[in-house]
């Protein structure tokens, strides 16, 4: 049997590695900058050039020349709408790690709405604003459009 064609596996083709993930919580915490990017993950600069290279292909991350004054160009990285989109997911495991990762201490950060203050969680809901359980209790998977 052929494995499971879905888009959970296509996207992971795009954002399912550690650094690329890593990337993109910095690019959404306002850091767009090669070595302040490599700086705050700690990725090894081939492999940080290698996955920026594939988020902009991937149409997650548009490159940008910046020059600062009497320096070179530079590139400076920002997400696009289809990047942007990813926040949900990135807050998602977030929240799962802040619950079971994150130790004695709590969590290292907190998202904060910056209009009231409030907790941001990412939330199950469908497309009539039924909220769903965060153990995903109440889903079913039906065929789509795309299926076979």
Known sequence: MPPRVCSVARALEV?????????????????RRFGSIREATGAPR?????????????GVLVRREYREPGERVRHEYELTPAGRELQPVLTALMQWGDRHLAGAGGPPVELRHQDCGGRVRAALVCEHGHRLPETGAGLRATPGPGAG
Request: no cysteine.
């Open 46 to 58: 081939a492999v940080l050039a290698g996955r920026l290279r594939d988020l902009v292909a991937a």
């Open 15 to 31: 954002v399912g590695e550690r650094w690329a993930l890593l990337v993109l919580r910095e690019v959404f915490l306002g850091v």
